[in-house]
C-alpha cells in the first residue's frame, strides 16, 4: 500500500488474489488494477486466495477465488482477476 492509495502486490496469482488481471506468478511488486472510478486504496485485508480492499470513499473492492462466496457478491463462482466492487449496502463502526 503507498501512500497515494495504489497497491502492489507479488506471488501465486493463480486464485486472481494478486489483483493483477491475470492469473499468473509475480516474482515482483505488480501493481493491483484500481477500477476506473475507484477512490485511493486505504486499508488492504488478505485471505485464503482472495484480497479485499477499502477505498477512501468506503467502497469496498474484493478479487481473487470466490468459490465458497468469501468475495460478498452473493455467489458462489469463479474468481474475479481484478478488484470488483462488492455491493455492501450499510456498514456501522
Known amino acids: 500500500l503507498t501512500e497515494g492509495g495504489g497497491v502492489y502486490a507479488c506471488g501465486d496469482g493463480t486464485t486472481g488474489l494478486l489483483g493483477t488481471g491475470d492469473t499468473k506468478t509475480h516474482n515482483v511488486p505488480t501493481p493491483v488494477v484500481r ?38 457478491f452473493g455467489t458462489a463462482r469463479g474468481k474475479y482477476l481484478q478488484p470488483s466492487a462488492v455491493p455492501v449496502k450499510h456498514v456501522e463502526g
Open 35 to 72: 477500477p476506473e472510478g475507484a477512490a485511493p486504496v486505504v486499508d488492504v485485508a488478505l485471505g485464503w486466495g482472495h484480497a479485499v480492499l477499502l477505498d477512501a470513499n468506503g467502497v469496498l473492492w474484493a478479487c481473487g477465488a470466490n468459490t465458497k462466496g468469501q468475495l460478498g
